[in-house]
């Protein structure tokens, strides 16, 4: 083989790597803690009477809540969803580093892309 074929050989080995950590999808995020919030379930309505539905100790029944959290990084702030378990661990004004995806997350009926991270670890 010549020095020209080996050459290129590195060359095309690089692109696929290249190719493979772009494909990938995953995106990671630094961010400090600026706000948390615990949005409340809505109240469940029965289908056919439209009237809130109740539990056997007469309050109403809710659809899980969700705990979104506001961070703000170099150029801008983002919201995002997380986990209760992962909710509990974040704290106001620390730093992490956020690793996950990007998605697709319908709010008030329109669709948002917003990150959603599998870990979220203090730095």
Known sequence: MSKD?????????????????T????YKL????????????????????KLPMVDEHGEDVRYPSKYKIVGAYNGGQMSFYVTKDQYDQIK?????????????????GVPT???EFSTIEEI
Request: avoid cysteine.
């Open 92 to 108: 106001f004004n620390e730093l992490y580093l956020g690793t996950g995806f990007i998605t697709t997350v319908i709010e008030f």
């Open 23 to 26: 494909r990938t999808h995953l």
């Open 113 to 115: 892309l917003m990150p």
């Open 30 to 49: 630094a961010f400090t803690v600026i706000k948390r919030d615990e949005v409340l379930g809505g109240i469940k309505k029965d289908r056919e009477t």
């Open 5 to 21: 074929t080996l050459h290129l050989d590195s060359i095309k080995d690089e692109a696929r790597e290249y190719s493979k950590l």
